[in-house]
T-cell receptor, first 113, second 114 residues
Framework: KAGVTQTPRYLIKTRGQQVTLSCSPISGHRSVSWYQQTPGQGLQFLFEYFSETQRNKGNFPGRFSGRQFSNSRSEMNVSTLELGDSALYLC????????????FGNGTRLTVT | TQLLEQSPQFLSIQEGENLTVYCNSSSVFSSLQWYRQEPGEGPVLLVTVVTGGEVKKLKRLTFQFGDARKDSSLHITAAQPGDTGLYLCAVPNAGGTSYGKLTFGQGTILTVHP
């Protein structure tokens, strides 16, 4: 069974630009969560999607958004990039997102210059 | 204030030594998870503990959930270089529906030297 796939692995953007990251969950998993990982703040929850609906959201500004498609693939978008958005963005999938184990991808490393 | 306080933040030891990593909180949790993250990869779930006082073993790793379900420890016996990585404790969203949300500790970076 293929694991969680995130693309691209690395991304360099300039302040003010926007970026879209992609996540393909494990086959059969309907829940996709997104996390931001930085050295200072650690791993922080962004949002969770299930059946194309956002069910849970963390404390991030509205510049961070996401969506989920009917095949459970998910994208997250960050608009008007700031230097502080430089981080490893991790996607995790689970069968139901409600207590079932999370399986993480290897992340997208975003650098904002 | 962090919900989960992990200690130590950094640990550098020689192969063959034993070590313990702690995850503490003032809150009570229904369950607690431990993850290991290696450089360039995402976190991988090692274990979930759910019962106060529970002890789980995974080869040379021993996990314990505190009796009051407020803290946990991870003990590694005879550490090997392959144990190097970031160890994270995490709990489901407190005070609400979990829905994909885990709250993580800041992590312990373990380096095991050959």
């Amino acid at each position: 069974k293929a694991g969680v796939t995130q693309t691209p692995r690395y991304l360099i953007k300039t302040r003010g630009q926007q970026v879209t990251l992609s996540c393909s969950p494990i086959s059969g998993h309907r829940s996709v969560s997104w996390y931001q990982q930085t050295p200072g703040q650690g791993l922080q929850f962004l949002f969770e999607y299930f059946s194309e609906t956002q069910r849970n959201k963390g404390n991030f500004p509205g510049r961070f958004s996401g969506r989920q498609f009917s095949n459970s693939r998910s994208e997250m978008n960050v608009s008007t990039l700031e230097l502080g958005d430089s981080a490893l963005y991790l996607c995790a999938s689970s069968s139901d997102g409600d207590g079932s184990p999370l399986h993480f991808g290897n992340g997208t490393r975003l650098t904002v210059t | 204030t962090q919900l989960l306080e992990q200690s130590p933040q950094f640990l550098s030891i020689q192969e063959g030594e034993n070590l313990t990593v702690y995850c503490n909180s003032s809150s009570v949790f229904s369950s607690l998870q431990w993850y290991r993250q290696e450089p360039g990869e995402g976190p991988v779930l090692l274990v979930t503990v759910v019962t106060g006082g529970e002890v789980k073993k995974l080869k040379r790793l021993t996990f314990q959930f505190g009796d009051a379900r407020k803290d946990s420890s991870l003990h590694i016996t005879a550490a090997q270089p392959g144990d190097t990585g970031l160890y994270l404790c995490a709990v489901p969203n407190a005070g609400g529906t979990s829905y994909g949300k885990l709250t993580f500790g800041q992590g312990t970076i373990l380096t095991v030297h050959p």
